[in-house]
């Protein structure tokens, strides 16, 4: 690898019970395999004989993100599928590429980045964050319920979006990563920052990949 080498991927390390869920290639496997077959335990609360309804239930909802996240640009989908505590979390993030919409009619990268910074999301500005040596922006905030056929939701969900430059692309490619949460039904609750901050350390462990 040399200095001027493109990234062609990234890496994370996902916490215990996460599974990624390719949405180029490769999605139905994933969903039979790490979401189907990789809920190993059935949450307290759900009939014994009704396990594999449970688990095909997971797997619609988790297919719907998937189809919606693919529209979006998605590359891969994160979700938990192993439960803990007797609750599987309600929790994901989508990795997604997005390609001349963070430009406009900019041509560097620093340029755009002060442009987002002063965007808001939920009220919230943004804030400048380093990823993997890479300046990007960082938004918290909590949204109302959104109206999805994949995962209905009754409750406000945290945010927290990641939008980073692909490093020698100029400001032409950009990397977002976005996780939401319902936490435990309150957006403002202990745990449910906990979720946000679970995701933010993981985010430390974000790496550019080269061939």
């Known amino acids: 690898m040399t200095a001027e080498a493109t990234p062609v991927g990234y890496?994370?390390?996902l916490p215990p019970g996460w599974a990624r869920i390719p949405l180029r290639a490769g999605t139905a496997t994933a969903l039979d395999e790490k979401v189907f077959r990789g809920i190993e335990r059935i949450p307290a609360g759900v009939p014994r004989d009704e396990g594999m309804a449970f688990r095909a239930e997971v797997r619609r909802r988790v297919e719907g993100m998937a189809r919606e996240a693919r529209a979006g640009g998605g590359l891969d989908l994160y979700v938990p599928v192993k439960a803990r505590a007797g609750l599987v979390?309600?929790?994901s993030f989508v990795v997604a590429e997005v390609a001349g919409e963070w430009a406009g009619e900019e041509t560097g990268a620093e340029a755009v980045l002060g442009r987002l910074v002063g965007?808001?999301?939920g009220g919230a500005p943004g804030e400048v964050r380093e990823v993997a040596g890479t300046l990007g922006v960082r938004w918290e905030y909590v949204e109302p319920p959104a109206l999805r056929?994949?995962?209905p939701v009754e409750t406000y969900a945290r945010h927290v979006d990641y939008v980073v430059p692909v490093p020698r692309?100029?400001?032409g490619r950009w990397l977002a990563v976005a996780f939401s949460t319902v936490g435990d039904g309150d957006p403002g609750s202990e745990?449910?920052?906990a979720l946000a901050e679970l995701f933010d350390a993981l985010m430390t462990t974000f790496?550019?990949?080269y061939a």
């Open 11 to 13: 890496t994370l390390v």
């Open 89 to 91: 979390v309600g929790a």
């Open 119 to 121: 965007e808001e999301r």
């Open 149 to 151: 056929e994949s995962e």
């Open 169 to 171: 692309q100029g400001a």
């Open 191 to 193: 745990f449910t920052r």
């Open 207 to 209: 790496r550019w990949s």
